[in-house]
């Protein structure tokens, strides 16, 4: 099987049994990822410089599915302004969008979680625009 090959079938994986769980949100503390998803561009064609126009949105209401060497762990959705936070035991990860709203694959984004430790991520999807 090539690499390729073994890709394609993780995300098929991940997508399939994507919404197992749903993430556990944590006010202060505990151990996992959080941060901000975006999506650029956002509209097509070039881009003037010194442009006051953003290129860049939130990625809001987006379901990404968390996984690792034992397959999906859990799921989560972003909020309205592409904000998540999601509690994980200590290990590493894999994260990928569990639906197809692009052209292009959002993720796969790979983290190493930490004990007591809430790391924090900024992750951009790329639209397709061109």
């Not at 991940?14 to 556990?24: D, F, K, P, R, V």
């Not at 097509?44 to 953003?54: E, H, K, L, Q, T």
């Not at 290129?55 to 999906?72: D, I, W, Y």
Request: aromatic fraction near 8%.
């Amino acid at each position: 099987m090539t690499a390729r090959t073994k890709l394609r079938f993780f995300f098929a994986l991940l997508i399939t049994y994507g919404s197992m769980s749903s993430a556990q949100i944590e006010p202060n503390g505990g151990t996992g990822i959080e941060g901000v998803i975006t999506v650029s561009p956002t509209r097509p064609g070039p881009i003037r410089a010194g442009s006051d126009i953003p290129n860049v949105a939130p990625l809001p209401n987006a379901v990404f599915s968390v996984g690792n060497e034992k397959g999906v762990v859990r799921s989560f959705t972003t909020d309205s302004e592409g904000r998540f936070r999601v509690s994980l035991k200590p290990g590493h990860y894999v994260i990928v969008l569990a639906e197809h709203r692009f052209p292009r694959p959002c993720g796969p984004f790979e983290i190493d979680v930490e004990s007591a430790k809430m790391t924090k991520v900024e992750w951009r999807c790329d639209s397709g625009m061109r």
